[in-house]
């Protein structure tokens, strides 16, 4: 539930507009908390490497999305969509190079193919239509 605070403190912090104002930060942050402690049990709340892991995805998580807007100013929802499939893809196959234990391959199935290929055509169009919200924001 972190990833909801963080564009709020990122925003405020790179973001110089006039709707962000330290009483709308203030607010915003305070919404958030209210949302968040009551979800955290404080009898095993406990910081080990897989909250600082989730720490961490949340704040790369909330930079990606500013990254997201800032990069749709300067292409359109498709060629982005485009370029950040091609690094993904890239970076996919460097780890698959490098970590021989990410090879699952024989995993494949036909049937987890098509079911993997239905699923990613309906993730392509919902990812275009909500970059196509982003640039028209």
Sequence with gaps: MLFQVFPIIIGFIFIASERANFITFIFALLASFIVIIPN??????????????????????????????????????????????????????????IKKELNQFKLLTKKYIKLLAIANSVSVVSIIIVLTMYTSL
């Design 40 to 97: 955290i049990d404080l009898k095993t709340f406990k910081i080990n490497k897989y909250s600082l892991m989730v720490l961490s995805s949340s704040i790369i998580k909330s930079f990606q999305l500013f990254a997201t807007v800032y990069f749709l100013t300067k292409l359109d929802a498709v060629n982005f969509y485009l370029l950040e499939t091609i690094l993904i893809i890239a970076f996919s196959i460097i780890l698959l190079i």
